[in-house]
C-alpha cells in the first residue's frame, strides 16, 4: 500500500510541476497548435504529462525494492522494455516531427523487447486459424507486437478529451486487477493497480480543467503498458480466457476501427491522419456540451473558442419553430 501511495504522490507532485511550465507558452513542451483538427483548446498547454506518469511507475518500483526486491524486478523490465516508444513519442511531443509511421514502429519494437525479456506473448487465443500461427514462436511475436502496437495507437486515438485516455485506461487496469487477485496472480495485480496509481496522479490535473496533455509519450507508454499487463495475465494464468483482456479494451479497439472505417471510406483520406471527430469526441462535442453565452462549446482549457456552428444539449430548450402556414397544400 505504501509504494501505491508513494507513486500517486510522485505523479501528482510531477503532474503539477510540469503545469508550472504553463506559465511560458513559448516553451517546446507546449501544445501550441490551437489550428489543427484535434486541437479544441484555447491556449498552449504542456503535452508531456506522460513524463509524470512515467516517474510515477519507477516511484512505485523503488519503493517496492524496499520492502521486496524480487517484487519490482517486473516493473523496472517493464518500463525498460517501453523506452523505445516512450523516447519516440517524448520526442514528437517536443519537436513534432516524428511521424506516427515511426511511433508505431518504436512501439513494436518495444513489444518485441518486452517478448524476449519478459515471455509475454500471446500464444492461444481461441480463434480457429490464429491459434495456428501463435503456436509457432515468430507468429507469436508478430501477433504480439501486432495487438501490442494496436492497443497503443488506440489509447492515443482516445486522447482527443479531458481525461478520456488516462480513465479509460485505468479503468482497463482495474478489470484486470480483479481478475489477477481473482487466479492468485498478485504480481499482475500490482502492476495494474501501480498503473492505476500514476494515473490518478496526472488525471487530478488533466481533468476537467486540462492543464496538462498526457501527449504522443505519455499515450503511447500508457498504451504499451495496459497491453503487456493484460498479455502478462494471459501469460502466467493460462485458465484466463484470452477474450478477456480484449474485452476489457473494447472502447480504445472499437474507436480505432471506427476512425479507420470514417477516414478511408467514408471520407477516403489516410488512417494515419489525424482528425478531430471520433466516436467519443463526436458524442462528447455535439450532443452534450452546453453552449456558453456566445452559443459556442467549451474549450479543453475552460475558455471558450469559437466554432462554426452552435451546439446543443438535451437539458437546454431547442429553438422555436417556425410557424406552419395555414393556407391549402
Not at 517496492?64 to 523516447?87: Q, Y
Not at 512501439?107 to 492461444?124: F, W
Not at 489516410?270 to 453552449?291: A, E, V, Y
Request: proline fraction near 7%; glycine fraction near 10%; charge should be positive.
Amino acid at each position: 500500500m505504501g509504494a501505491l501511495l508513494t507513486c500517486f504522490a510522485v505523479a501528482l507532485i510531477a503532474t503539477l510541476w510540469i503545469a508550472r511550465l504553463s506559465r511560458d507558452s513559448n516553451n517546446a513542451a507546449h501544445d501550441s497548435d490551437l489550428t489543427g483538427p484535434q486541437k479544441i483548446h484555447a491556449s498552449p498547454v504542456p503535452r508531456i504529462g506522460g513524463v509524470a506518469v512515467v516517474c510515477g511507475l519507477i516511484a512505485a518500483a523503488v519503493a517496492t525494492g524496499f520492502e521486496d526486491r524480487s517484487k519490482a524486478v517486473p516493473m523496472w523490465l517493464l518500463l525498460a522494455c517501453a523506452t523505445p516508444c516512450f523516447a519516440a513519442g517524448l520526442v514528437e511531443d517536443f519537436t513534432k516531427a516524428v511521424s506516427a509511421r515511426r511511433r508505431l514502429a518504436s512501439t513494436a519494437l518495444s513489444a518485441i523487447i518486452a517478448v524476449a525479456v519478459l515471455q509475454s506473448t500471446i500464444t492461444y487465443t481461441s480463434i480457429p486459424g490464429l491459434d495456428w500461427i501463435v503456436a509457432m514462436p515468430l507468429g507469436a511475436a508478430v501477433v504480439t507486437a501486432f495487438v501490442v502496437t494496436g492497443v497503443a495507437s488506440a489509447i492515443n486515438i482516445i486522447d482527443g478529451l479531458n481525461g478520456l485516455s488516462s480513465m479509460c485506461a485505468a479503468l482497463v487496469l482495474a478489470g484486470v486487477a480483479y481478475v489477477a487477485m481473482q487466479v492468485g496472480d498478485m504480481t499482475v495485480a500490482w502492476l495494474a493497480l501501480a498503473g492505476i496509481c500514476a494515473l490518478f496522479g496526472f488525471f487530478v490535473l488533466n481533468y476537467p480543467g486540462g492543464r496538462v496533455f498526457l501527449g504522443d509519450g505519455g499515450a503511447y507508454v500508457v498504451g504499451f503498458y495496459v497491453a503487456e499487463v493484460g498479455i502478462l495475465l494471459l501469460h502466467r494464468n493460462p485458465q484466463v480466457s484470452p477474450l478477456c483482456p480484449l474485452l476489457l479494451c473494447i472502447y480504445p479497439v472499437f474507436e480505432t476501427v471506427f476512425s479507420m472505417y470514417r477516414r478511408r471510406v467514408l471520407r477516403a483520406r489516410s488512417p494515419g491522419l489525424p482528425g478531430r471527430m471520433t466516436l467519443m469526441p463526436r458524442t462528447s462535442i455535439q450532443g452534450h456540451q452546453r453552449p456558453s453565452a456566445e452559443g459556442y462549446p467549451a474549450a479543453r482549457t475552460g475558455t471558450v473558442r469559437p466554432s462554426s456552428r452552435p451546439t446543443r444539449c438535451g437539458r437546454c430548450p431547442a429553438p422555436p419553430r417556425p410557424a406552419r402556414s395555414s393556407g391549402g397544400r
